[in-house]
C-alpha cells in the first residue's frame, strides 16, 4: 500500500494511527485526530475519490506490517485490524443505511470527512472486544454515532411509552474543527480556520453578550440534513445559522458542541468562486473573499449562541424572543463595525465604501447570503408544491423529477405518499382491486419512516403541545405546526382507501382481500389512535378505530346488500327495512357517508333517503359535517339523481317533508348566547305546527338568554358556542340551497296539487324560508350586538382581542351569508308559486321585479327576460353596492342588503350569456358599477364589482366560444375572425374596467404614492419606528386587532395608563403639540393596514434582511411595495384580457390564445421593463433584496397566462 502512495508514511508516521488503534477505548485523541486529517488531506491532494476506504486500507496494511516487524508494541493488532476494517467500512454503510430517508441527499464524501472518520473510530473502539462480533460493535458504533438532533421540542405524556428521540432522527453532524486538532482538510477548512481566528480576536464584550466562549468550543459541525425552509422551526431567530447543541452539556452545565448549517456555509463558498469585479482588482482576491465569508460565519455564529445561549439556564424563565432579537441585533451590528475598522489596505478602503453605499458593514457578503437563502426558500416551495399536485394528479415521474430537486427528506416522502395513494385511487376506479390495496402498505411505510427520521410531524406532539410547535421556552413563542395537518390529510386519504376498497371488495365478493384489508385498518387505527391527536381542537379530527368501524360496518352491509340482490330479495319496504336493521352500526360520520356514496352509485335513491335522514335525525349524535364525510354534500347529490329519476315526484317532496320532521333544533334559526333577542328556537305555527324543539345554546338554561345580561371582561359567550352556531347556520344554508335546486319549472309543474305530508311543498318551503330570513335578520343584529371584551393595553391583550373579534366578524359573516343564500331561495320559490318574495316591509324594492325575471330565466323564455328586465334595472338603480365591513365597523343591516342585490346580479350575470343575452348582460355590468355610487360616502367600503365583472366576462366570453365551434368548418380554420370577435367584446368590457379601477384603492399604501407625501410619511417612521414597530408590535394578531379597535383608541388607552412598551418618544411630541395627533393616526393606519395587506412580503423582509431589526427602517419595506402596488395597479387594469386568455385555454383553443397572448405581451413589455428598470433603483438606493416582490415584478404580467396554458 505505501507503494502505491509513496511520501503517506513519511507525511503521517503509521505508528501515530495505529498506537491509538491498538491500544484506545474509544475517548478521543486530539494527536490521533490530528494525524488522521493529514493523512486524510494527503489523498485529497491526490484528489483519491474514496479517500476513506484508501485510508482504512493503508491503516490495515500498515498494522500488519508493524506486527510482521516484530514490534513489541504491535505483536497482536487484533484491536487495531478491527477498528481499521469495520470503522472505515461497515459502519460507513451501516451509518448510510441508517440514514437512508434522512441523508440521501448526501454524497459520500460530504459526509465521510478525516474527523468523522475519527468519530468512527471512536465509535468502534469505545464497543470493546471481542473484535470478531462485527454485527455487535457495527451496531453498537452506528449508535454511538448518531448524539444530535438540535432544537426538536419532545412532548412528555403519560400514555407515551418512553420520551426519547427516534433512532433515526439522530445522527452525526459532521466535524469540521476539533479542539486540539483544528480545522478538518477539505472545501470548508480556510473558511472554518479563519473564522475560528476571527472570534479568537473579538472583544470578549461582544462574546459575553453573545453567550459565546471560545474555550467552550470543543467541537465546531455542520448540520449534514437538508434545510427545510418550510419546517415551522424557521420561526426560531437564527435557527438558520446554527446552534450549540443542546443535548451535549458538559459537568458544569455548559454546551460544548456547536452546529451550523450546510447552507450556510455553501452560499459564503459560492461568494468566493464568483468574485466581483472590484475584488478582482485586488492584491489577494481570494484572501479578501475569504476574510469576508469568514467574518460572516462568525457574525452567524455568534448570533444563533445570542438565542441558544451557553447553557440550558443562560435564560431564565421570563425571557422571551421577542426581547432577545433586538439585543442580538446590536450586538452584531457591533460586531461588524468594529471588525471593519481593523481592516486595512486596498481591501478596507473597498469594504468601507461597500458600508457606505449598501449602508451596513459587509453589506455584500451579508446580502449575498441572505439572498442565497431567499433564492433556496422560494426553489424549494415551489418545487414541492409542483410534485405534490403532479403526484395526486397523477404523474408520479413528474412528481418525483420536482422532489428530486428538493434536497429535503419531507418533500420526497410527502410526494411518494401521494403518488402511491392516487396510484391506489387510480386502481380502484377501474376495479384492480388486488393491486390497489397492494399500495397501501407502501404508505403507511412511509410514513412511519417520515415520522421517525423527522420528515414528518411526530404525532405524539400534536396532543403534547395542542398542535403549536414550541420556538422557545415560553408557551407564548410557539407557532403553528403544519406538518401536524399534512400528516392527518394523508391519513384521512388512507383511511378513505381503506373503505373504499372494504366496500367495493364486498360488493363483489373478494372475501380473501376484504380480510387482508381489514387487517390493514385495524392495524392502522390502533397505531395512531395511541396518540390521542383527535382530542386537539385546533388540528383536524381524525379517529382511527371510529373510520376503521365505519368501513369494516359499511362492507359488513354493503356485502348483505349485494347477497340480497344476486337472491332476488328486493323491494322498496325491504330495502328500507334493510338499512334500518343496520342502523345502529353507523356510528360516526364516516360510517353513513361510505355507505350513501355507494348507494348514490347504484342510483338506490329509496335507501340513500332512508339512511340520510336517519343521520339528520343522530345530529346530536354525530356530526354532519366530519373531514370528507359531508352530510350537506351528499344530500344535494341525492337531490340532483332523483330529480332526474322517473319517480322523482314521489322522492322529493318526501325527501324535504322527512327533513323538516327529523331536523329537530337544526330547523329553527338559533339563539345568539350572552344576546338580547328573543326570537329563540321557537316552534313555527306554520306548515309544522305541533312540531317540539330544544333550547339551541345547550347551556342549562331555559331561554334565549334574553335579560340575561352581558358577559364579564374575562368571558365571551361566543368563544364556546362558535362551533355549534356555525354547524346549525350551515344547516340552513344548505337546506335553502337544496330549495333553491328543486325548484324548477319542469318539476313543479309535474307536481300533483293537493297531495302528500306537511312541509313537502314549494309553498310550505316558502313559507318557512320566509320565517327564516326574518329570524336570520335578528340574528344577526344580536350577534352584532354582543359585545367583545376590550384590551387592557398590551400586545398579548390585543392579540386575544382580535381572535375574539374574528369569532364573531366570522360568525356574523357566516349568518350574513346564509340569510342570502336564504333569499335567493325565496325568490327561486316565489318564482314557481307566485307567492310573496320578502318576509319584512323594509325589503329590497328589487325584490318583486327580481323574482319575475328569475321565473324566466329558469323557464329559458329570453323574451319575457327582456320585458322584465326594465322594471327591475329601475328598481335596483339606486340600491347600493358597497358596504363597509364588519372589521371596520360596517353594520350587518346594509351588508346584508348589498350582499343580496350582489347575489341576484351573480345569478343573473351567469345565466344571461347563455341564453343569446350577451347586450342584456353587458348593460347590466354598466349598472352594477354605476350602482356602486350609492354607497357609503365615507370609510373604508368593499367593492365586490371585480367579481361580478369576472363572472360576466367569463360568461360571455365561454358562450362565444361555444358558438364559434358551430361556425363554418373553413371559418373556424382561421383564428383571425375568432380573435377580432373576442377582441371586440374584450375592449367593450375592459373600457368599464379601466373607469372602476380609477375609483378603487388596491393597497393602503398607495395614499403615499406621491413624493409629497411620501416624505413626511417616511420621516415619520424614521423618527418614531424604533420605540414603535417592533417584531412583536407586528406580528399578525396584533396588527388586525389594533385595526379594528381603532389606532386612535389604541394611543388613548397608551396616554391613560401604563401600556407595555409604551412609545415615550411619541407620545411627548403629541402632547407638546410637535406632532398632531390627527397626523399620527393616519401614518400609524397607514403602515398597519399596509403590514396586513402585505404579511408575506414583511415576512421576507423580516427574515431576509438586517434592517428589519430596527423599526424606524421600515419605510425600506414600505418604499418596495409602493413599487409593487403600481405593478399591481397595472396588471388588474389587464384583468379582463387574462380572463380572456383564461377562457380561451379552457376551451382548448391553444391557437387562438397564443395570438391572444402574444398581444397582452406586445402591450405589457414597456410598462414591465420599467418597472423593472425602478425595481432595479430601489435595490440600489435601500441596498435591498425583497424576493417576494422581485419574483412579482420578474413575472411581467404573463405568469397567469403561463399557468393558463398548464
Given at each position: 500500500m505505501d507503494a502505491s502512495y509513496p511520501g503517506l508514511a513519511e507525511r503521517v508516521p503509521p505508528a501515530a494511527l495505529l498506537g491509538y488503534l491498538n491500544f484506545s477505548d474509544g475517548r478521543p485523541d486530539s494527536k490521533f485526530q490530528r494525524a488522521l486529517n493529514d493523512a486524510y488531506g494527503f489523498l485529497l491532494e491526490r484528489k483519491i475519490e474514496q479517500p476513506w476506504t484508501v485510508l482504512g486500507a493503508w491503516i490495515g496494511a500498515q498494522a500488519e506490517s508493524l506486527h510482521a516487524s516484530g514490534s513489541s508494541a504491535f505483536r497482536d493488532v487484533t484491536q487495531a485490524r478491527a477498528a481499521a476494517t469495520l470503522a472505515f467500512g461497515p459502519v460507513l454503510a451501516a451509518y448510510r443505511n441508517h440514514h437512508r430517508d434522512l441523508l440521501a441527499h448526501q454524497t459520500d464524501p460530504a459526509l465521510f470527512n478525516s474527523f468523522f472518520l475519527a468519530r468512527s473510530c471512536e465509535a468502534?473502539?469505545?464497543?470493546?472486544?471481542?473484535?470478531?462480533?462485527?454485527?455487535?460493535?457495527?451496531?453498537?458504533?452506528?449508535?454511538?454515532?448518531?448524539?444530535?438532533?438540535?432544537?426538536?421540542?419532545?412532548?412528555?405524556?403519560?400514555?407515551?411509552?418512553?420520551?426519547?428521540?427516534?433512532?433515526?432522527?439522530?445522527?452525526?453532524?459532521?466535524?469540521?474543527?476539533?479542539?486540539?486538532?483544528?480545522?478538518a482538510v477539505g472545501p470548508y477548512r480556510d473558511l472554518v480556520e479563519r473564522a475560528i481566528r476571527i472570534l479568537e480576536q473579538t472583544p470578549d464584550d461582544i462574546k459575553d453578550d453573545a453567550w459565546f466562549d471560545l474555550a467552550l468550543l470543543d467541537e465546531l459541525a455542520f448540520d449534514p440534513r437538508a434545510y427545510d425552509h418550510g419546517h415551522p422551526v424557521n420561526r426560531r431567530p437564527n435557527y438558520l445559522f446554527g446552534e450549540w447543541d443542546p443535548h451535549l452539556i458538559d459537568g458544569k452545565g455548559h454546551f460544548r458542541r456547536f452546529v451550523v448549517r450546510q447552507a450556510v456555509l455553501d452560499a459564503l463558498l459560492a461568494r468566493m468562486a464568483a468574485p466581483s469585479p472590484a475584488h478582482l482588482d485586488l492584491r489577494d482576491p481570494q484572501g479578501a473573499l475569504l476574510f469576508e465569508a469568514a467574518a460572516v460565519l462568525s457574525g452567524t455564529i455568534l448570533m444563533a449562541s445570542g438565542v441558544c445561549?451557553?447553557?440550558?439556564?443562560?435564560?431564565?424563565?421570563?425571557?422571551?424572543?421577542?426581547?432577545?432579537?433586538?439585543?442580538?441585533?446590536?450586538?452584531?451590528?457591533?460586531?461588524?463595525?468594529?471588525?471593519?475598522?481593523?481592516?486595512?489596505?486596498?481591501?478596507?478602503?473597498?469594504?468601507?465604501?461597500?458600508?457606505?453605499?449598501?449602508?451596513?458593514?459587509?453589506?455584500?457578503?451579508?446580502?449575498?447570503?441572505?439572498?442565497?437563502?431567499?433564492?433556496?426558500?422560494a426553489a424549494q416551495l415551489q418545487n414541492h408544491e409542483l410534485s405534490i399536485l403532479l403526484a395526486e394528479m397523477g404523474f408520479p415521474d413528474a412528481s418525483r423529477h420536482y422532489a428530486s430537486r428538493i434536497p429535503t427528506t419531507s418533500a420526497r416522502i410527502l410526494s411518494e405518499i401521494a403518488i402511491r395513494q392516487t396510484s391506489a385511487e387510480v386502481a380502484a376506479a377501474n376495479g384492480r382491486l388486488t393491486e390497489a390495496a397492494g399500495h397501501l402498505p407502501e404508505v403507511e411505510d412511509l410514513v412511519t419512516r417520515g415520522i421517525e427520521c423527522g420528515a414528518l410531524a411526530d404525532p405524539w406532539n400534536i396532543l403534547g403541545y395542542q398542535g403549536l410547535y414550541p420556538l422557545?421556552?415560553?408557551?407564548?413563542?410557539?407557532?403553528?405546526?403544519?406538518?401536524?395537518?399534512?400528516?392527518?390529510?394523508?391519513?384521512?386519504?388512507?383511511?378513505?382507501?381503506?373503505?373504499?376498497?372494504?366496500?367495493?371488495?364486498?360488493?363483489?365478493?373478494?372475501?380473501?382481500?376484504?380480510?387482508?384489508?381489514?387487517?390493514?385498518?385495524?392495524?392502522?387505527?390502533?397505531?395512531?389512535?395511541?396518540?390521542?391527536?383527535?382530542?386537539?381542537?385546533?388540528?383536524?379530527?381524525?379517529?382511527?378505530?371510529?373510520?376503521?368501524?365505519?368501513?369494516?360496518?359499511?362492507?359488513?352491509?354493503?356485502?348483505?346488500?349485494?347477497?340480497?340482490?344476486?337472491?332476488?330479495?328486493?323491494?322498496?319496504?325491504?330495502?328500507?327495512?334493510?338499512?334500518?336493521?343496520?342502523?345502529?352500526?353507523?356510528?360516526?360520520?364516516?360510517?353513513?357517508?361510505?355507505?350513501?356514496?355507494?348507494?348514490?352509485?347504484?342510483?338506490?335513491?329509496?335507501?340513500?333517503?332512508?339512511?340520510?335522514?336517519?343521520?339528520?335525525?343522530?345530529?346530536?349524535?354525530?356530526?354532519?359535517?366530519?373531514?370528507?364525510?359531508?352530510?350537506?354534500?351528499?344530500?344535494?347529490?341525492?337531490?340532483?339523481g332523483a330529480l332526474a329519476a322517473t319517480d322523482r315526484d314521489a322522492l322529493v317532496p318526501r325527501f324535504f317533508a322527512l327533513l323538516s320532521a327529523n331536523a329537530e333544533d337544526l330547523w329553527h334559526v338559533p339563539a345568539v348566547p350572552g344576546g338580547s333577542g328573543g326570537h329563540g328556537d321557537r316552534a313555527y305555527e306554520s306548515a309544522y305546527e305541533g312540531m317540539t324543539y330544544k333550547d339551541s345554546a345547550d347551556d342549562g338554561q331555559e331561554g334565549a338568554l334574553a335579560g340575561g345580561g352581558p358577559a364579564g371582561r374575562t368571558e365571551f359567550a361566543l368563544e364556546t358556542a362558535a362551533r355549534d352556531l356555525e354547524q346549525r347556520l350551515a344547516?340552513?344554508?344548505?337546506?335553502?340551497?337544496?330549495?333553491?335546486?328543486?325548484?324548477?319549472?319542469?318539476?313543479?309543474?309535474?307536481?300533483?296539487?293537493?297531495?302528500?305530508?306537511?312541509?313537502?311543498?314549494?309553498?310550505?318551503?316558502?313559507?318557512?324560508?320566509?320565517?327564516?330570513?326574518?329570524?336570520?335578520?335578528?340574528?344577526?343584529?344580536?350577534?352584532?350586538?354582543?359585545?367583545?371584551?376590550?384590551?387592557?393595553?398590551?400586545?398579548?391583550?390585543?392579540?386575544?382581542?382580535?381572535?375574539?373579534?374574528?369569532?364573531?366578524?366570522?360568525?356574523?359573516?357566516?349568518?350574513?351569508?346564509?340569510?342570502?343564500?336564504?333569499?335567493?331561495?325565496?325568490?327561486?320559490?316565489?318564482?314557481?308559486?307566485?307567492?310573496?318574495?320578502?318576509?319584512?316591509?323594509?325589503?329590497?324594492?328589487?325584490?318583486?321585479?327580481?323574482?319575475?325575471?328569475?321565473?324566466?330565466?329558469?323557464?329559458?323564455?329570453?323574451?319575457?327576460?327582456?320585458?322584465?328586465?326594465?322594471?327591475?334595472?329601475?328598481?335596483?338603480?339606486?340600491?347600493?353596492?358597497?358596504?363597509?365591513?364588519?372589521?371596520?365597523?360596517?353594520?350587518?343591516?346594509?351588508?346584508?342588503?348589498?350582499?343580496?342585490?350582489?347575489?341576484?346580479?351573480?345569478?343573473?350575470?351567469?345565466?344571461?350569456?347563455?341564453?343569446?343575452?350577451?347586450?342584456?348582460?353587458?348593460?347590466?355590468?354598466?349598472?352594477?358599477?354605476?350602482?356602486?355610487?350609492?354607497?357609503?360616502?365615507?370609510?373604508?367600503?368593499?367593492?365586490?364589482?371585480?367579481?361580478?365583472?369576472?363572472?360576466?366576462?367569463?360568461?360571455?366570453?365561454?358562450?362565444?366560444?361555444?358558438?364559434?365551434r358551430e361556425w363554418d368548418r373553413d371559418q373556424t380554420a382561421q383564428t383571425e375572425p375568432l380573435v377580432e370577435v373576442l377582441r371586440k367584446i374584450a375592449d367593450s368590457f375592459l373600457t368599464i374596467w379601466v373607469q372602476h379601477s380609477q375609483t378603487l384603492r388596491l393597497s393602503a399604501i398607495e395614499a403615499v404614492m406621491d413624493d409629497s407625501e411620501w416624505g413626511p410619511f417616511r420621516n415619520f417612521i424614521k423618527k418614531y419606528g424604533r420605540e414603535l414597530f417592533t417584531a412583536h408590535f407586528l406580528t399578525y394578531g396584533n396588527v388586525r386587532g389594533l385595526l379594528h379597535r381603532g389606532v386612535g383608541a389604541w394611543l388613548d388607552g397608551l396616554t391613560e395608563q401604563d401600556a407595555e412598551h409604551r412609545p415615550e418618544k411619541l407620545l411627548a411630541d403629541i402632547e407638546r403639540g410637535r406632532l398632531s395627533r390627527a397626523s399620527a393616526v393616519q401614518y400609524l393606519e397607514v403602515v398597519l393596514h399596509t403590514i396586513a395587506e402585505h404579511y408575506e412580503e414583511y415576512r421576507d423582509y423580516n427574515t431576509t434582511t438586517t434592517w428589519s431589526d430596527y423599526g424606524e427602517n421600515l419605510y425600506v419595506l414600505l418604499d418596495f411595495l409602493r413599487l409593487k402596488a403600481k405593478y399591481e395597479r397595472y396588471a388588474w387594469r389587464m384583468r379582463p384580457l387574462v380572463l380572456a386568455h383564461e377562457a380561451l385555454c379552457r376551451k382548448g383553443l391553444p391557437d387562438v390564445a397564443e395570438r391572444w397572448e402574444k398581444s397582452i405581451a406586445d402591450f405589457s413589455r414597456p410598462l414591465a421593463a420599467e418597472l423593472m428598470e425602478k425595481l432595479a433603483e430601489k435595490e440600489a438606493e435601500h441596498a435591498v433584496r425583497l424576493r417576494t416582490v422581485r419574483d412579482r415584478i420578474e413575472e411581467r404580467f404573463l405568469r397567469p397566462l403561463a399557468l393558463d396554458r398548464l
Open positions: 468502534v473502539l469505545a464497543q470493546g472486544g471481542p473484535w470478531d462480533e462485527t454485527d455487535r460493535i457495527v451496531t453498537g458504533a452506528v449508535h454511538r454515532l448518531n448524539d444530535y438532533v438540535g432544537h426538536r421540542p419532545i412532548a412528555v405524556l403519560e400514555t407515551r411509552p418512553q420520551t426519547e428521540f427516534y433512532a433515526q432522527e439522530r445522527l452525526r453532524p459532521v466535524p469540521i474543527f476539533l479542539r486540539g486538532a483544528g480545522p445561549g451557553d447553557g440550558p439556564t443562560a435564560h431564565d424563565s421570563d425571557a422571551r424572543l421577542a426581547n432577545l432579537v433586538p439585543e442580538v441585533a446590536r450586538y452584531r451590528d457591533t460586531f461588524y463595525g468594529r471588525l471593519l475598522e481593523t481592516i486595512g489596505g486596498d481591501h478596507g478602503e473597498l469594504l468601507r465604501a461597500e458600508a457606505r453605499r449598501l449602508k451596513q458593514p459587509f453589506g455584500g457578503i451579508r446580502q449575498h447570503l441572505n439572498q442565497e437563502l431567499a433564492k433556496q426558500r422557545f421556552q415560553s408557551r407564548e413563542d410557539s407557532t403553528h405546526d403544519h406538518r401536524n395537518e399534512e400528516l392527518i390529510d394523508a391519513l384521512t386519504r388512507q383511511f378513505d382507501l381503506y373503505a373504499r376498497l372494504l366496500a367495493a371488495a364486498a360488493a363483489v365478493g373478494e372475501g380473501r382481500l376484504r380480510e387482508s384489508l381489514t387487517k390493514g385498518v385495524r392495524k392502522l387505527a390502533t397505531w395512531w389512535d395511541q396518540f390521542a391527536a383527535y382530542e386537539v381542537s385546533d388540528v383536524p379530527r381524525l379517529h382511527g378505530g371510529e373510520r376503521a368501524d365505519a368501513a369494516l360496518h359499511v362492507a359488513r352491509a354493503l356485502a348483505d346488500w349485494s347477497r340480497r340482490a344476486r337472491t332476488g330479495e328486493t323491494g322498496a319496504k325491504e330495502d328500507i327495512a334493510f338499512w334500518r336493521d343496520r342502523r345502529e352500526g353507523f356510528t360516526s360520520p364516516a360510517a353513513f357517508a361510505q355507505v350513501i356514496e355507494a348507494l348514490l352509485v347504484q342510483q338506490d335513491w329509496r335507501a340513500s333517503l332512508a339512511l340520510l335522514i336517519a343521520w339528520l335525525s343522530e345530529a346530536a349524535r354525530v356530526p354532519l359535517e366530519d373531514g370528507t364525510a359531508s352530510f350537506h354534500d351528499l344530500s344535494a347529490r341525492w337531490l340532483d344547516f340552513l344554508s344548505a337546506v335553502a340551497e337544496l330549495w333553491r335546486t328543486a325548484a324548477r319549472p319542469a318539476y313543479v309543474m309535474a307536481r300533483p296539487a293537493g297531495k302528500g305530508l306537511a312541509g313537502d311543498s314549494p309553498g310550505a318551503w316558502l313559507e318557512t324560508a320566509l320565517q327564516w330570513h326574518h329570524d336570520l335578520e335578528e340574528f344577526v343584529e344580536t350577534l352584532h350586538e354582543v359585545e367583545v371584551p376590550d384590551p387592557s393595553g398590551g400586545v398579548d391583550e390585543v392579540m386575544e382581542y382580535d381572535r375574539r373579534r374574528m369569532t364573531k366578524d366570522h360568525l356574523t359573516d357566516t349568518a350574513l351569508d346564509t340569510c342570502v343564500e336564504v333569499g335567493r331561495a325565496i325568490r327561486a320559490l316565489a318564482a314557481i308559486t307566485d307567492g310573496p318574495t320578502a318576509a319584512s316591509a323594509d325589503a329590497a324594492p328589487w325584490e318583486a321585479a327580481a323574482g319575475r325575471v328569475e321565473k324566466a330565466v329558469a323557464a329559458r323564455r329570453s323574451e319575457a327576460v327582456r320585458d322584465g328586465l326594465p322594471p327591475l334595472v329601475r328598481a335596483m338603480g339606486r340600491e347600493p353596492l358597497l358596504f363597509v365591513p364588519l372589521s371596520e365597523g360596517g353594520r350587518p343591516r346594509p351588508i346584508l342588503r348589498a350582499r343580496a342585490t350582489l347575489a341576484l346580479l351573480e345569478s343573473l350575470l351567469e345565466r344571461f350569456p347563455p341564453l343569446g343575452l350577451i347586450r342584456e348582460t353587458y348593460h347590466l355590468v354598466r349598472l352594477a358599477k354605476s350602482m356602486e355610487k350609492n354607497g357609503p360616502e365615507s370609510g373604508r367600503r368593499v367593492s365586490e364589482f371585480d367579481r361580478l365583472f369576472r363572472i360576466a366576462l367569463r360568461s360571455v366570453v365561454d358562450t362565444l366560444l361555444d358558438a364559434a
